[in-house]
């Protein structure tokens, strides 16, 4: 009888620990604020954070007495894509530098500060990414007093099938490396009709196939 009390008792601690666990991540909102979260390791006497969409700019954040600058036709991003890019204005000095690409960005950022710069080094140098339409899976963090433990995912194949994977990444908090990284597997996994590895064109294809007929016998009288 008090082993099986024990038992219990064990395995609550454990269920809560792992409810502690799930409760303790943070989502991340969207690429937006990861980016506005930056805490620049050049010294500035403004920056502000541009997103252009479809040719049209919006500041995303000013930090510091805005002076007036050129807007940027190109830019980066950290999930890339044809339609949108960002783009950094920042002074230093008295002269107005721009960042259009992740190279400078990583420049400017430097020494991690943040998670959310835990998550852009990520992405910049491993190609990870904040997965926004999956956070659940890609898109969230926890930390304690050592690290930051980031959930992110990776596009693992652009051929048939597209895929995607999610990891878990330890980032060291003094020192700004990742110091582990788990594979939790695949996410996402999409065929399309050009996929000749396609299981559902393989199935239709398969039942397309034309019997054979049996071949007809002559009798001979």
């Keep these: 009888m008090e082993r099986a009390i024990n038992k219990i008792v ?14 303790n991540k943070t989502k991340f909102v969207n690429t937006h604020t990861v980016l506005a979260k930056i805490e620049p390791n050049i010294k500035t006497d403004f920056w502000i954070l541009v997103y252009n969409e479809y040719g049209k700019d919006q500041e995303l954040k000013v930090y510091g ?50 998670v959310e710069e835990a998550a852009i080094m990520a992405t910049i140098e491993e190609g990870y990414v904040i997965d926004e339409q999956f956070k ?22 652009k051929e048939c099938p597209y895929q995607k994977k999610h990891y878990t990444l330890t980032v060291n908090k003094s020192t700004g490396k990742i110091t582990d990284i788990k594979d939790n597997g695949t996410y996402i996994e999409l065929y399309n009709k050009k996929c000749k590895n396609n299981p559902r064109l393989l199935k239709i294809e398969k039942n397309e196939e034309p019997k054979e007929e049996p071949k007809k016998t002559t009798q001979r009288r």
């Design 136 to 157: 659940d899976v890609a898109g969230n963090y926890y930390e304690d007093k050592t690290n930051y433990y980031l959930d992110l995912g990776k596009l693992t194949s």
């Design 10 to 23: 064990l395995l609550s601690f454990l269920l809560i620990g792992m409810l502690g666990y799930a409760q």
């Design 65 to 114: 007495t805005k002076k007036d600058y050129t807007p940027q036709f190109s830019g980066f991003d950290l999930f890339p894509s044809e339609d949108t890019f960002y783009y950094i204005v920042y002074s230093s000095g008295g002269k107005i530098n721009y960042i259009t690409d992740l190279e400078g960005l990583k420049a400017f950022v430097g020494r991690i500060d943040n």
